[in-house]
């Protein structure tokens, strides 16, 4: 954070990874969530409410008082809850391949699916995951597809995962987006198959002055295109 910070759990945390490189220049603050990486948490069933305090204790921890804030997938529906509940603290908001709710059938199938799997077969979730989240371009770019999905199951918090699906499914910030008053870019994935990309449409609807751009990507364009999604949030949060 330079005062600026880009929370992520998992999936966000690694799909956030490649933007480093392209923010350079600025402070980052990018806590794991509970069920990810090393933070240690007991909580079995996950809130937003509390994932949103863990962001606000990393940011106190790091002497914050106000920061410019990013999320995305999971973590754009935390950055909601958190601009909205903390209005004072969050400068400039980003929510990048976010959506409202997991209520409709197809989200449903989905998190519950990544739920399930979680728990039972990595491998075939991590498999799955790189169908739905990457591009055919950029997988038939990837030589030993196996060695990726072995490192994937090695390296996650599965149990972590799942309770962050079962998140998922109960989601919603519809009652939140009224509430945002930090100047907000959302930033949709037009060839996204994990979250509807007519879902960042109704974000930017939601919110008061919000402007809104596409990535031409899948849901994981921040692993794809790291240097045009760096270029969106980077002039965003100059103006």
């Known amino acids: 954070m330079d005062d600026h910070t880009r929370p992520g759990p998992s999936r966000e945390r690694s799909a956030g990874i490649g933007l480093l ?23 079995e069933v996950l809130t937003l409410d509390h994932l949103v305090k863990q962001v606000i204790a990393a940011a106190d921890h790091a002497g914050l008082d106000s920061f410019d804030l990013a999320g995305f997938s999971l973590g754009s529906a935390v950055a909601v809850r958190l601009a909205a509940l903390y209005p004072g603290r969050v400068d400039r908001l980003v929510l990048i391949g976010g959506f409202i709710n997991g209520a409709d059938p197809r989200s449903r199938l989905q998190f519950g699916l990544w739920a399930d799997l979680a728990r039972r077969d990595p491998a075939a979730l991590a498999r799955l995951m790189m169908l739905t989240g990457f591009s ?17 199951v090695s390296g996650g918090n599965w149990e972590g995962f799942a309770r962050q699906a079962e998140l998922d499914l109960r989601v919603d910030v519809s009652q939140d987006l009224s509430l945002i008053r930090a100047p907000t870019l959302v930033i949709g994935n037009r ?36 240097d045009a999604a760096a270029e969106l949030l980077l002039r965003h949060l100059a103006d």
């Open 136 to 152: 055919h371009t950029f997988l038939a770019g990837i030589a030993d597809m196996e060695a990726i999905v072995s490192d994937m």
């Open 21 to 43: 490189t392209h923010l350079s220049g600025r402070r980052l603050l990018r806590p794991d969530y509970a069920g990810s990486g090393l933070t240690e948490d007991p909580t």
């Open 191 to 226: 060839c996204d198959q994990m979250v509807d990309p007519a879902a960042s449409t109704t974000l930017a609807a939601g919110i008061a002055a919000a402007t809104l751009a596409w990535l031409e990507g899948p849901h994981l364009s921040l692993m794809e295109r790291p």
